[in-house]
């Protein structure tokens, strides 16, 4: 085969990458070590592996992530495709059955005879047009030669997983289902606890055992995806007003709000299993089976899978990316999802698609597609390219990014939605472009 692209890696971003590629005829070579080598946070031996959370998050496009969503699908994204396809009920949110999703995936690109995956892992950045997107534990050689190029790429911070448990091991006398604010269908497990469990929970929380981490701190960790047991280290009720807040959740048995609420969210299609929302942790096994077990309803929990933490790397992207992800001192040379400083899946994707799109384009000789900050895509790679003026940290799709409408709306909501609006009409001018009719 004749290769006018390589991709390394085929988590989310990689495999996107690789699709929007082939789909306009451009060989590619994907080269991936699954399913010889995993890493240590990964199980499944398919592509597109979803790690820390099943959910894609809200489906709305009052909310960012909502429009960066649709933006995809307009575009033609593969992951979306198998997100829709595989998605479990989960409320207003987008939550998959991981295996189904991921084996989607898989099967879509080894039937693609446009893609030659090389099932080993990437030792060198070889010639020619290459995409890196091999993902925030990108480490070995490959991991030597990145740094060889990209001095500044040695940054970091700390994510953590939460645990997936059965459904038939919860007591629902004491849960009950339903969502928040009542929107979609009742699809969460909600697990009350009083005032008196809640007291006792949280001091235990604060501090039970954690496994053993090499230069874990509090302050490495990211925002965005806190442990639990920092969480509620850092106040009595940051736990009330985050993961375990009963807003919205109304108590069937006593028709009133609970004190504290932990959510169940589905992880697989058959309902069997349940991961419980927002409970990222560090906590060592068996103090996760000790504490977790308080909430009255996960008293007998069964565990299938516990939390674990990992460290993410991610380049000091304003510094050496463009808007296109590309090395600006080597632009050949493409990075997409994680180790860009984009957090969250349907970011990783959008990098993705962004860099597929775009580096298809300057393969075949066609002006650039220029995703505007008015969009979702666009603004996340403005911001990748440009920074902010405090130190880089990974972002996830909101619309403090993307640029204003200058005019004033009525209410938030109104707002949002108007952004929203303004950006699909702009990914339907972009669709006319050759590129897409290839």
Same mark, same amino acid.
């Given at each position: 085969?004749?290769?006018?692209?390589?991709?390394?890696?085929?988590?989310?971003?990689?495999?996107?990458?690789?699709?929007?590629?082939?789909?306009?005829?451009?060989?590619?070579?994907?080269?991936?070590?699954?399913?010889?080598?995993?890493?240590?946070?990964?199980?499944?031996?398919?592509?597109?592996?979803?790690?820390?959370?099943?959910?894609?998050?809200?489906?709305?496009?009052?909310?960012?992530?909502?429009?960066?969503?649709?933006?995809?699908?307009?575009?033609?994204?593969?992951?979306?495709?198998?997100?829709?396809?595989?998605?479990?009920?989960?409320?207003?949110?987008?939550?998959?059955?991981?295996?189904?999703?991921?084996?989607?995936?898989?099967?879509?690109?080894?039937?693609?005879?446009?893609?030659?995956?090389?099932?080993?892992?990437?030792?060198?950045?070889?010639?020619?047009?290459?995409?890196?997107?091999?993902?925030?534990?990108?480490?070995?050689?490959?991991?030597?030669?990145?740094?060889?190029?990209?001095?500044?790429?040695?940054?970091?911070?700390?994510?953590?997983?939460?645990?997936?448990?059965?459904?038939?091991?919860?007591?629902?006398?004491?849960?009950?289902?339903?969502? @928040? #604010? +009542?929107?979609?269908? =009742?699809?969460?497990?909600?697990? !009350?606890? /009083?005032?008196? %469990?809640?007291? $006792?929970?949280?001091?235990?929380?604060?501090?039970?055992?954690?496994?053993?981490?090499?230069?874990?701190?509090?302050?490495?960790?990211?925002?965005?995806?806190?442990?639990?047991?920092?969480?509620?280290?850092?106040?009595?009720?940051?736990? @009330? #007003? +985050?993961?375990?807040? =009963?807003?919205?959740?109304?108590? !069937?048995? /006593?028709?009133? %709000?609970?004190? $504290?609420?932990?959510?169940?969210?589905?992880?697989?299609?058959?309902?069997?299993?349940?991961?419980?929302?927002?409970?990222?942790?560090?906590?060592?096994?068996?103090?996760?089976?000790?504490?977790?077990?308080?909430?009255?309803?996960?008293?007998?929990?069964?565990?299938?899978?516990?939390?674990?933490?990992?460290?993410?790397?991610?380049?000091?992207?304003?510094?050496?990316?463009?808007?296109?992800?590309?090395?600006?001192?080597?632009?050949?040379?493409?990075?997409?999802?994680?180790?860009?400083?984009?957090?969250?899946?349907?970011?990783?994707?959008?990098?993705?698609?962004?860099?597929?799109?775009?580096?298809?384009?300057?393969?075949?000789?066609?002006?650039?597609?220029?995703?505007?900050?008015?969009?979702?895509?666009?603004?996340?790679?403005?911001?990748?390219?440009?920074?902010?003026?405090?130190?880089?940290?990974?972002?996830?799709?909101?619309?403090?990014?993307?640029?204003?409408?200058?005019?004033?709306?009525?209410?938030?909501?109104?707002?949002?939605?108007?952004?929203?609006?303004?950006?699909?009409?702009?990914?339907?001018?972009?669709?006319?472009?050759?590129?897409?009719?290839?």
């Amino acid at each position: 085969m004749r290769y006018d692209v390589t991709v390394i890696g085929a988590g989310l971003a990689g495999s996107e990458c690789a699709w929007q590629l082939a789909a306009r005829g451009i060989k590619v070579r994907l080269i991936e070590m699954k399913p010889e080598k995993l890493t240590p946070a990964h199980t499944l031996p398919y592509f597109g592996e979803l790690v820390c959370s099943n959910s894609l998050r809200s489906d709305e496009l009052t909310n960012a992530v909502g429009l960066l969503k649709e933006e995809l699908r307009r575009l033609g994204s593969l992951i979306m495709e198998s997100a829709d396809q595989n998605r479990v009920a989960a409320g207003g949110a987008l939550a998959v059955d991981r295996e189904g999703f991921a084996r989607y995936i898989t099967e879509k690109l080894r039937g693609n005879p446009d893609i030659e995956i090389i099932a080993a892992e990437a030792s060198d950045i070889p010639d020619g047009e290459v995409v890196i997107a091999t993902g925030p534990l990108t480490d070995g050689a490959l991991a030597e030669r990145i740094d060889a190029i990209c001095p500044d790429s040695d940054l970091h911070f700390y994510d953590a997983v939460a645990p997936i448990i059965t459904l038939e091991s919860v007591d629902m006398e004491s849960a009950y289902f339903a969502s @928040r #604010y +009542g929107k979609g269908t =009742p699809d969460y497990v909600n697990c !009350p606890m /009083t005032r008196e %469990e809640y007291t $006792a929970f949280i001091a235990e929380l604060r501090t039970a055992r954690e496994a053993p981490a090499k230069g874990f701190e509090d302050a490495g960790v990211f925002e965005g995806c806190m442990p639990v047991e920092v969480m509620a280290r850092r106040g009595e009720d940051t736990l @009330r #007003y +985050g993961p375990m807040k =009963p807003v919205g959740l109304v108590n !069937p048995r /006593t028709g009133k %709000e609970d004190y $504290a609420v932990v959510q169940l969210r589905r992880d697989n299609a058959e309902g069997t299993l349940y991961n419980l929302v927002g409970f990222q942790t560090h906590l060592a096994f068996g103090e996760q089976k000790r504490v977790f077990s308080m909430v009255p309803a996960l008293a007998g929990a069964e565990f299938v899978r516990y939390g674990v933490m990992h460290r993410n790397t991610y380049l000091d992207s304003p510094r050496l990316l463009d808007s296109y992800y590309r090395l600006r001192v080597q632009p050949r040379i493409s990075f997409a999802g994680q180790i860009t400083g984009v957090e969250g899946y349907v970011e990783s994707t959008a990098s993705g698609m962004l860099v597929g799109l775009e580096t298809a384009a300057r393969v075949r000789g066609l002006p650039p597609l220029d995703f505007p900050q008015e969009t979702a895509i666009g603004a996340l790679a403005q911001y990748v390219s440009g920074g902010s003026v405090v130190e880089f940290q990974p972002m996830n799709i909101n619309f403090g990014i993307i640029t204003p409408l200058g005019y004033r709306v009525k209410g938030k909501r109104n707002k949002n939605a108007e952004i929203s609006a303004r950006s699909l009409e702009i990914i339907a001018a972009l669709l006319k472009k050759e590129v897409f009719s290839i």
